[in-house]
C-alpha cells in the first residue's frame, strides 16, 4: 500500500509536492498550489529491479497540451493494476485522475 510521506521538500515554482510510496512504488503528484489543482504526477514503479516511471503535465505544464512520457517499454494494463492496488487506501477522486490520464493518454 502507498503511504504518504510526511514533510516533503518543496522546491519553488515546481508546484506543491505530495509523495507516496511503498517497497515497490513511488507517487509523486506536484499541485498548483495547496489547492488540489493537479498540474502533473510522476509514477515509479519495479523499485527493486528494473525501475521505470511514467511522468505527466498538465497543459499547464506542457508546452503543447498535457504531456505523458516514460523512460522505456512499459505495460500499460500493468501500471494501471499497479496502482488500483496499490493506492486503494488513497483518496478516490486523486486515484481516479490519475488513472484516467493513465488510461486516455499512454
Known sequence: MLEEVENVRQFPLEGFRRWFMDKD???ILWYENEINIMIGFQVSYD?????RTI???SSKQARSGS???CDGPYNKKRVIRL???KG???DRDILNFILHQLRDQI
Do not use: C, G
Open 25 to 27: 512504488m513511488d507517487l
Open 47 to 51: 523499485k527493486r529491479s528494473v525501475q
Open 55 to 57: 511522468t505527466w503535465k
Open 67 to 69: 504531456s505523458l512520457t
Open 83 to 85: 496502482l488500483e492496488e
Open 88 to 90: 486503494s487506501e488513497m
